[in-house]
């Protein structure tokens, strides 16, 4: 970015803002600078102009001042997992929130109050010590404020729907820095954004969540060679489409790996990998998980009780960060032989040993909020797919990247439409506005002109302001 300020403007910025600021200020030329820039994708390897890591709502206000001062470009990071990067970008200011990881739980009211910087860990491990949980994603280390404010999918959404769903009321640093409340009352079409708009409308420092109660999980495991695949897929269809918001069955495609319950002759390929996990008694659980391996011939399965923080960091281990990651995501209409044939091809071209081909039946709580509550797209989707390339040579981005877009392009008959806001890497123009559809797209660009007219918070998946309808 070209600097348009004098040397005497930009220091006075600066030393004001070191002067009212509470959490750390990193610049290019400090020892913590690599490390606190760095995001979970290693694809993206950039350098802000200053990382301000915050310690409350005042440092992101003054953080937010600061950039509107010197002309800089804001980020915004919680996690740090977003597959496109976007917490972090080139001269920008990232307002980093890593800090700001606390949690209260008001266990009567079932309600956690969690600082916008928490990872799904942080908040599990504060509920759950009281049997509740916020209905979250599958990877304890991904952040709560991305995946909140685009949605959350999770284990527990279709037996309670999206984290958004759960979102009560958050406090939020608008962009010219001054701090609000949306509640139903107060800013409801705020609030009403900020479940499914994505990072768009300001910066959430602490988000209010409704708690569901949560015991062990009956988990249900099997790994098929891909010669059984599309028999196996077809009974994991006509399984997870009959059965009720308790149970959750997912599948992918990867290559197997050394556990010891893996046969010997299905370990180092590609194979398909089916789960249900049971949310109900518990007593019920083996026989209400099993039938997903009745028929089809899996080359070996394996069960267990485990608790719901066990299930929630199972995924944790196959995602490192640091990585190098290209996510190519879908909705589709049904799982018929068609897409079934093209997922099983993209399992046979998979160029790196660390890529999965992902999906799982959605449906069931997720479809009973209604459809008018939040920003949150296409809540009807029968399933949703992703692409997943993982790798860690450079040299292998082109053919990573290729795999990935290929991986959904093939499934181009068969999609629903529209797409997940939080999955989105590498789009056409106007995929955003795709993603919300016309009128829900029209509504948050409204709500943008009026909490961020100036398009302050645009490193994420944009919606600009509408403009003015007099202008
Ligand atoms: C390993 C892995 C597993 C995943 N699993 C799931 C899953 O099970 N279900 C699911 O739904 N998604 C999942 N995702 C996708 C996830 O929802 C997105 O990557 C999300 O962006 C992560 O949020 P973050 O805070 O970690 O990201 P960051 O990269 O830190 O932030 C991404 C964007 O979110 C916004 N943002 C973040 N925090 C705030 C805040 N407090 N206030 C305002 N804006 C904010 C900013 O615009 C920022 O650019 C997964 C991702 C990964 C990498």
Request: overall charge negative; some cysteine.
């Amino acid at each position: 970015m070209t600097d348009l300020l004098g040397p005497v403007h930009r220091e006075s910025a600066e030393s004001s803002l070191r002067r009212r600021f509470e959490g750390r200020l990193v610049g290019p030329d400090d020892p913590a600078y690599d490390e606190v820039r760095a995001v979970w994708n290693g694809m993206h390897e950039r350098r802000p102009s200053l990382v301000a890591r915050c310690s409350n709502a005042a440092d992101v206000g003054a953080a937010l001042r600061y950039a509107a001062a010197t002309g800089r470009a804001v980020t915004v990071r919680g996690g740090g997992h977003n597959v496109a990067g976007t917490a972090v970008a080139d001269g920008a200011v990232m307002i980093d929130l890593s800090l700001m990881r606390g949690v209260d739980v008001d266990p009567g009211a079932r309600i956690a109050r969690a600082q916008g910087g928490c990872l799904l860990r942080d908040l599990d491990a504060a509920t759950l010590a009281h049997g509740l949980a916020c209905p979250a994603g599958v990877v304890s280390h991904t952040g709560l404020g991305g995946l909140a404010l685009g949605g959350g999918y999770g284990w527990l959404g279709r037996k309670w729907g999206l984290t958004c769903d759960h979102l009560l009321a958050a406090e939020v640093v608008l962009a010219d820095g001054t701090v609000v409340e949306a509640t139903e009352e107060e800013h409801p079409e705020l609030l009403w954004g900020l479940r499914g708009g994505g990072g768009n409308l300001g910066i959430v420092t602490r988000f209010t969540l409704r708690l569901r109660p949560v015991g062990p999980v009956s988990y249900r495991t099997g790994v098929f060679p891909l010669s059984e695949a599309a028999a196996a897929l077809a009974d994991y269809r006509a399984f997870a489409e009959a059965q009720g918001p308790d149970l959750h069955a997912v599948g992918a495609l990867k290559h197997a790996g050394r556990q010891d319950w893996i046969p010997a002759e299905l370990r180092g390929a590609p194979a398909l990998f089916l789960t249900a996990a049971w949310f109900g008694a518990e007593e019920l659980g083996p026989a209400r998980t099993a039938p997903l391996f009745a028929r089809a011939a899996p080359g070996a399965t394996a069960s267990r009780v485990m608790s719901y923080a066990q299930l929630q960091a199972l995924g944790d281990h196959g995602e490192p960060h640091g990585n190098r990651y290209f996510t190519k995501s879908c909705y589709l209409t049904g799982l018929s032989a068609g897409p079934v044939g093209q997922l099983i091809g993209s399992a046979r071209e998979m160029p790196s040993p660390r890529s999965s081909v992902d999906f799982e039946y959605l449906r069931g709580a997720i479809c009973d909020v209604p459809d008018a509550d939040s920003a949150f797209p296409r809540r009807d989707a029968p399933y949703i797919c992703t692409v997943s390339a993982q790798w860690t040579d450079p040299a292998e981005d082109a053919a990573n990247a290729a795999w990935s877009r290929r991986g959904v392009e093939r499934l181009a008959d068969w999609q629903f439409g529209g797409a997940y806001v939080n999955y989105l890497q590498d789009e056409k123009p106007g995929k955003v506005a795709e993603v919300y559809g016309a009128a829900r797209y029209e509504r948050l660009a409204a709500v943008k002109r009026r909490y961020d007219p100036d398009n302050v918070l645009a490193g994420n998946q944009n919606i600009p302001p509408a403009a003015h309808p007099h202008a």
